[in-house]
C-alpha cells in the first residue's frame, strides 16, 4: 500500500509561482511512473506532467510547457511540481499518482491562480 500526501498548493496572484509536493510512505517497488493531475471546476481531469521513475524521463501537458517543471527526490519518496508564470487557467485541484502495477493518488490540493 501507497499513500501519497501533497502539499503546497494556495492563492497566488497571476505570473507568479508555486511548488507542490507529493510524498509517499509505503513500498512503491512497482511503480513506474510519477505524475501530477489537475482538475478544473467543470472540466476534465489533466495529465500535467509525468516522470519515469527508470532513467526520470519527462512528458508534459503543452499548456505548461516551459512554465512548469516535474522533479523527484528519490531517497525522500518525493515528487515536485514547480509552477512558474501561473495563469488563471492553471487554476484546479492538482493531484498526484504514483503508478504502476496500481495507481495510488493523492488527496489533491487546490491552486488558485486570481488577482
Known sequence: ???LVESGGGLVQPGGSLRLSCAASGSI???????WYRQALGKQRE????????GGGTDYADSVKGRFTIS???AKNTIYLQMNSLAPEDTAVYYCVFAGVRDYWGQGTQVTVSS
Do not use: E, G, H
Not at 495529465?47 to 527508470?54: D, G, P
Open 1 to 3: 500500500q501507497v499513500k
Open 47 to 54: 495529465l500535467v506532467a509525468r516522470i519515469s521513475t527508470n
Open 29 to 35: 517497488f512497482t511503480i513506474d511512473r510519477m505524475c
Open 72 to 74: 523527484r527526490d528519490n
